[in-house]
Each structure stands twice: as C-alpha cells, then as structure tokens.
C-alpha cells in the first residue's frame, strides 16, 4: 500500500541522500586507505539507494504516458502502476528507517504493525 505521505518521504530520502553525499565528498582521506574505503563505499551506497528509489517510482512514470490514452487505456494503466508500486514500495519504507534518528523523521513512516521481515513472525504468533 502506498501511503498518502509517500512523496514527502522520497523527498526526505534525497534530502537525506544529499547529506550523506555531501558529507562523504568532504571528507579528505589523504594517505589513511581505510577512510578512503569508506567513503567510496557511502558513495557508493549514495548511488545504489537513488538507483532504487528510480526503480520504484518508473512504473508510475511509464504508466502516466504522454495523456494520448483512451478512458479505458488509462484505467488499466493506473491499476498496473498502482499493482508495481505497491511490490516496489516497501524498498522505501526500509531506506527511510534508516534514518530513524533524525529530526525530520516522522514516526508514521516506520514500520506498519502487521509488516515484518522475511522469515520472522509477527509478535505473539505461535509456530504450528
């Protein structure tokens, strides 16, 4: 399910993102190896998180088309979108809790009382 609030927290995201990158490109590792590992490495992670962010939000972006569509061919369209983007949504979420922490974090944003990770079980349910 995509939350009414989803477009605040992708951009909370690249905010967040934005910082991470700054922060990183400003460190100055000269001839210490291992710091600059790590910041190749939060670049890295920089990147791969927009990369996913892209990936979640192309099939609404292909599905919108150039508005040429025919009623129908619009409502078929927005049911498929909306069927991607509640799969590619959750990525989201988990990026998001990341930054539990920071102040403009909202706590509507973690996780859902009936969502958990694969594999584990929901609080109080019993193995069969």
Not at 11 to 40: S, T
Not at 47 to 58: C, H, I, N
Not at 64 to 91: L, S, Y
């Amino acid at each position: 399910m995509v939350r009414s609030d989803f477009p605040a927290m992708m951009e909370f995201l690249r905010e967040r993102l934005r910082e991470d990158e700054a922060a990183a490109r400003a460190v100055r590792p000269g001839k210490n190896e291992g710091v600059a590992g790590l910041q190749a490495r939060v670049l890295a992670d920089v990147a791969a998180k927009r990369r996913l962010m892209e990936w979640v939000e192309e099939p609404h972006q292909r599905m919108a088309g150039d508005g040429e569509r025919a009623f129908w061919e619009t409502v078929i369209a927005d049911a498929v979108a909306n069927t991607w983007m509640g799969r590619r949504v959750p990525v989201i979420y988990a990026l998001v809790a990341a930054y539990a922490d920071h102040p403009h974090f909202r706590p509507e944003w973690g996780p859902e009382e009936d969502e958990c990770e694969p594999g584990e079980e929901k609080l109080g349910a019993s193995r069969s």
